[in-house]
Structure formats: structure tokens, C-alpha cells
């Protein structure tokens, strides 16, 4: 109780009940605390930014095109892009460097069949080194799981939510990937 919170991303020890009830929440071992975010109603901060657009420059490809608003999204407006693959035999993805924590990390995309059966939402800090899970996306069944948790939820128009929660052992650079 003796340092304020000021910003998203401190942590909280003490928080005071403002009702008069006096049901006061506190944490005394630092390494415990819950982090004070500021984000959407929720407190969801994406730390991933971009993910929303495979079409920004933040996004690295690989044999692979995003044509921008080429699907209607999950939500019924014309937003969502279409990754194309290239015409080599190699690796088709887009993806992203990122700095992992040892805390679980999640990634989710939102994707429907446009002409690939399946996607590998992939995890990794090493070339021989990563986690995973490959989603098939006619069925929205979960085909192998690689170092993770994996999640897929149905939604409208044939699109599927897939998730992947990723726990590094140690702080990391690393790479989050969608391959086609």
C-alpha cells in the first residue's frame, strides 16, 4: 500500500475496497502479484500488434501473398484477408518476431477454408525448438499438438477460432507463425 499504480503493466499488492464493505484484496509476495492492464472492457491488452492485418509490413511472408479485404469476416463486414500460397514447394506462412516471458502466452487466429484443408499455428524460439498444434479446417478437429495447449471453437459462415497457449521455460526472442 505504500506504491501507487500508475500505469498497465505494474503490479497490484494492494487494492481497497471503495464500497465501505472493507473487503480489501491484498498480495504481499511480489512475485505473486496480479498486473494492473489497461486495455479493452475486459482488461485484454493484444500484445501482438497487427495481428489483425497479415498485410502489414510487420508481418513477414514466406512463398506466400495477403490480398486485404478479400472475405467477409466473422463479423459479416468485408475485413478479412486471404493468404495465398506461392508457387514453390516451401514453406507458406506469415509471421512475426516476438519476446517471450516465461508466463504462458496465447495466440489465436481466425480463419476459414478458402482452398487449404489446414493451418499450423506455430510458437518457437529455435530453429529445433517450437510448439504448435495443426487445425483442419473442414472439421475443426485438432490433428496434432506439438509442446502446447490447443483450442478450436466453432464459429458463423464456417470460420474457426484456433488458439495455441505457449509457456516458454525462459525469457526468449522468438517467432509466432500461421502456415498454410
Not at 475485413?79 to 508457387?87: N, P, S, W, Y
Not at 483442419?136 to 478450436?152: H, P, Q, Y
Request: with cysteine.
Amino acid at each position: 500500500g505504500t506504491t501507487p499504480v500508475t500505469a498497465s503493466g505494474q503490479p497490484v499488492g494492494l487494492m481497497l475496497d471503495k464500497s465501505g464493505s472493507g473487503n480489501h484484496a491484498t498480495q504481499p509476495t511480489a512475485a505473486s502479484r496480479p498486473i494492473y492492464r489497461r486495455g479493452d472492457s475486459r482488461g485484454v491488452v493484444n500484445l501482438l500488434t497487427w495481428s489483425e492485418d497479415f498485410g502489414n509490413a510487420a508481418w513477414n511472408k514466406t512463398d506466400s501473398t495477403v490480398t486485404a479485404n478479400a472475405v467477409t469476416a466473422p463479423d459479416g463486414t468485408l475485413t478479412a484477408d486471404k493468404l495465398v500460397e506461392g508457387i514453390t514447394i516451401e514453406n507458406h506462412n506469415v509471421y512475426r518476431g516476438v519476446n517471450y516471458t516465461a508466463t504462458a502466452h496465447s495466440y489465436s487466429v481466425r480463419v476459414k477454408n478458402a482452398g487449404r484443408n489446414f493451418i499450423w499455428l506455430r510458437a518457437s524460439h529455435s530453429s529445433s525448438s517450437f510448439s504448435g498444434a495443426f487445425f483442419n479446417l473442414t472439421t475443426g478437429e485438432i490433428t496434432g499438438v506439438s509442446n502446447c495447449t490447443a483450442s478450436v471453437v466453432a464459429l458463423s459462415s464456417g470460420w474457426f477460432e484456433c488458439r495455441i497457449v505457449y509457456t516458454p521455460t525462459t525469457a526468449v526472442a522468438g517467432y509466432v507463425y500461421v502456415y498454410i
